[in-house]
C-alpha cells in the first residue's frame, strides 16, 4: 500500500487523536484515585482541550480527503496499525490484573490498560463499518503479512 502524504497526515492525525483521548481518560482515571494528586484537574482540562484541538484538525482533513478509495485506503491501515498494537498488548499489560484497585496501580499499567481498551474499542468499530471491498484488502493485507512473519 502506497501512502500519499495527505494520507499519512491523516494516520497520523488519527493516531494523535487516539492518543489524546486515551491521555484524556488516564487523567480522569488518575483524579479519581483516592489519593489523586494536586493539579490532576489541571491536566484533565489540558488533555481535554488536546483532544478537541486534534478533532478539529482531523475534521479538517475529512473535508480535503474525500475520495471512497483514499478514505478506504486509510481505513484498512489504521485498522492494520491497531491490529499490530494489541499484538504487543500481553508484554505491555504483563501480568497486570483488572482486579487490581486504580489507587495501588503503576501509572504505566493504568496508562497501558485505558490504551488497550481504546484500541480494542476502535478496531472493532472500524471492522464493523467496512464495506465488502474494505473487509476484502483488509484480509488479504492481514493475510500478506502473516505469511512475511513465517
Known amino acids: 500500500m502506497t501512502m500519499h502524504p495527505q494520507l499519512d497526515c ?21 483524579q479519581a484515585r483516592a489519593n489523586a494528586p ?15 484541538h486534534c478533532e ?5 482533513l475529512r473535508v480535503v480527503i ?3 478509495r483514499q478514505i478506504a485506503e486509510i481505513k484498512v491501515a489504521r485498522a492494520l496499525y ?5 499484538e504487543s498488548a500481553p508484554t505491555r499489560l504483563q501480568s497486570w490484573s483488572d482486579c487490581e484497585s486504580l489507587d495501588d496501580m ?12 481504546f484500541e480494542r474499542l476502535e478496531l472493532a468499530e472500524l471492522e464493523g463499518s467496512m464495506t465488502e471491498e474494505e473487509a476484502a484488502s483488509y484480509t488479504q493485507a492481514i493475510d500478506t503479512a502473516a505469511r512475511v512473519r513465517d
Open 38 to 52: 494536586d493539579g490532576s484537574e489541571a491536566l484533565l482540562d489540558e488533555a481535554h482541550r488536546r483532544v478537541l
Open 10 to 30: 491523516a494516520l497520523q492525525s488519527l493516531q494523535q487523536l487516539a492518543y489524546a483521548r486515551i491521555a484524556r481518560e488516564f487523567a480522569r482515571a488518575w
Open 82 to 86: 491497531l491490529r499490530m498494537l494489541l
Open 66 to 68: 474525500d475520495d471512497p
Open 56 to 60: 478539529q484538525a482531523l475534521a479538517q
Open 106 to 117: 503503576p501509572k504505566s499499567h493504568l496508562f497501558e490498560w485505558i490504551s488497550y481498551d
